[in-house]
């Protein structure tokens, strides 16, 4: 079901080859920025989990697919991985294509490729700017992915987004996917407010509203309330809302072994640590390597 049957996101967004951009009015894109912080504020667990596991693999050349305003992008150019960031929302990519033009002196940044892709036709678009070269990993991080809601019902756009995420990849190459725990969401109808990825230094509140049809939950939508007011460029409490699509964990589970084939090495956390030691986590982060043949 199409969130605008029921839901109206306050980014009214526009079409990109099927995917809504939520961010289209710039506004989001902007208060999103202040939410997230910048590259000094990852919390140093999240940055030593991607990071760690990386360099464990010998990545080089990592994808990051859901780059926003370039904030993972950049904590991976400082750690001295090649990195391809894609967007496909124009107005998140201003952010990013800013923040390379503010650090040109840095020879670091000299390789930081940033283009505008879709995830449904991600590899082909991947190629028209990079011919002939498969990643080491692929990351979309921050629960990205469940902005793809499921227009045809049956999650195909959704599926043959995670084909693109493997076609991308090398033999043995690594993809890192997560989403919030959308479980325990439709359980008790809530959000935690922390993130386990940012240190957000302003107030934050989120409201959460589950669509349900025919006894199923179709649609996530969360209300961002930030309250950013003494930084001269935001005068008032800023609101926006975000639709998403409610990944179940064991059935984008199968989805992730689908896409990847039955040698694919998948490994599942809960905000980072080993799934099983949190009790109720945020989030959901999977972790498949490609199978080398």
Not at 149 to 160: A, F, M, N, R, V
Not at 181 to 205: E, F, L, Q
Not at 238 to 254: A, D, M, N
Not at 284 to 290: E, G, R, T
């Given at each position: 079901?199409?969130?605008?049957?029921?839901?109206?996101?306050?980014?009214?967004?526009?079409?990109?080859?099927?995917?809504?951009?939520?961010?289209?009015?710039?506004?989001?894109?902007?208060?999103?920025?202040?939410?997230?912080?910048?590259?000094?504020?990852?919390?140093?667990?999240?940055?030593?989990?991607?990071?760690?596991?990386?360099?464990?693999?010998?990545c080089?050349?990592?994808?990051?697919?859901?780059?926003?305003?370039?904030?993972?992008?950049?904590?991976?150019?400082?750690?001295?991985?090649?990195?391809?960031?894609?967007?496909?929302?124009?107005?998140?990519?201003?952010?990013?294509?800013?923040?390379?033009?503010?650090?040109?002196?840095?020879?670091?940044?000299?390789?930081?490729?940033?283009?505008?892709?879709?995830?449904?036709?991600?590899?082909?678009?991947?190629?028209?700017?990079?011919p002939?070269?498969?990643?080491?990993?692929?990351?979309?991080?921050?629960?990205?992915?469940?902005?793809l809601?499921?227009?045809?019902?049956?999650?195909?756009?959704?599926?043959?987004a995670?084909?693109?995420?493997?076609?991308?990849?090398?033999?043995?190459?690594?993809?890192?996917?997560?989403?919030?725990?959308?479980?325990?969401?439709?359980?008790?109808?809530?959000?935690?407010?922390?993130?386990?990825?940012?240190?957000?230094?302003?107030?934050?509140?989120?409201?959460?509203?589950?669509?349900?049809?025919?006894?199923?939950?179709?649609?996530?939508?969360?209300?961002?309330?930030?309250?950013?007011?003494e930084?001269?460029?935001?005068?008032?409490r800023?609101?926006?809302?975000?639709?998403?699509?409610?990944?179940?964990?064991?059935?984008?589970?199968?989805?992730?072994d689908?896409?990847?084939?039955?040698?694919?090495?998948?490994?599942?956390?809960?905000?980072?640590?080993?799934l099983?030691?949190?009790?109720?986590?945020?989030?959901?982060?999977?972790?498949?390597?490609?199978?080398?043949?």
């Open positions: 079901m199409s969130a605008d049957k029921v839901f109206h996101s306050r980014s009214e967004g526009i079409p990109s080859e099927g995917v809504r951009d939520q961010y289209a009015d710039g506004k989001a894109a902007r208060i999103w920025k202040k939410f997230i912080g910048d590259s000094n504020q990852r919390t140093q667990n999240y940055k030593d989990f991607l990071t760690g596991l990386l360099r464990q693999h010998g080089e050349r990592v994808l990051d697919a859901a780059c926003g305003t370039g904030i993972d992008s950049m904590m991976l150019v400082d750690e001295g991985f090649k990195v391809v960031s894609v967007d496909a929302s124009d107005k998140m990519l201003k952010h990013a294509l800013k923040a390379r033009w503010e650090k040109r002196k840095n020879p670091k940044y000299d390789e930081w490729v940033i283009e505008e892709a879709n995830w449904e036709t991600l590899h082909r678009d991947i190629q028209s700017f990079l002939n070269v498969q990643l080491d990993a692929v990351i979309c991080l921050g629960n990205s992915f469940a902005h809601l499921s227009e045809s019902g049956d999650q195909s756009e959704q599926k043959t995670l084909s693109n995420f493997a076609k991308c990849l090398k033999p043995g190459g690594l993809l890192f996917i997560d989403h919030r725990n959308y479980d325990a969401m439709i359980d008790s109808g809530a959000t935690p407010g922390n993130s386990i990825y940012y240190n957000c230094k302003y107030p934050v509140d989120i409201k959460t509203s589950v669509l349900v049809v025919r006894g199923k939950p179709e649609l996530v939508t969360l209300d961002y309330c930030i309250d950013a007011t930084d001269g460029d935001i005068n008032d800023s609101e926006f809302r975000l639709c998403y699509y409610p990944h179940k964990l064991g059935k984008f589970t199968e989805m992730l689908e896409a990847f084939g039955k040698n694919a090495k998948h490994e599942i956390y809960g905000d980072f640590l080993p099983g030691k949190v009790k109720t986590p945020a989030f959901y982060i999977h972790v498949l390597q490609k199978p080398k043949n």
